[in-house]
């Protein structure tokens, strides 16, 4: 009937960290000389994603990308956020891959 395979479930455990006040962040970029831009280079993000950080549009990230602006900012994670629940989802190879999961 599967031509491959069927996917495997494996369990996916991501830390949010919920930000505390969007302009801090926004005042303490400023300091740096940093535009929205440049900040997101240095973060590997999306200029959009760090608008939308700063804008409150974005209530949680996740805990890379906060490491990653704490370390930019030059301020510490405590400073900027407040760490949140560890998400566990489900994850199958499939889905890594690209295809769609096959249903039980």
Known sequence: MYAQARPKIRNSREVFMRIKDPETIREVRLEHGYTQ??????????QAAIWQIENGVLTSI????A?????????????????GEIRTHAM?????????????
Do not use: I, Y
């Open 37 to 46: 831009r440049n900040l997101a280079d240095l973060c590997r993000c999306s």
């Open 62 to 65: 996740s805990e890379d990308l």
């Open 92 to 104: 199958t190879s499939a889905a890594r891959r690209g295809r769609p999961a096959v249903a039980a």
């Open 67 to 83: 490491t990653q602006l704490c370390k930019w900012l030059k301020r510490k994670e405590r400073e900027l956020f407040v760490r």
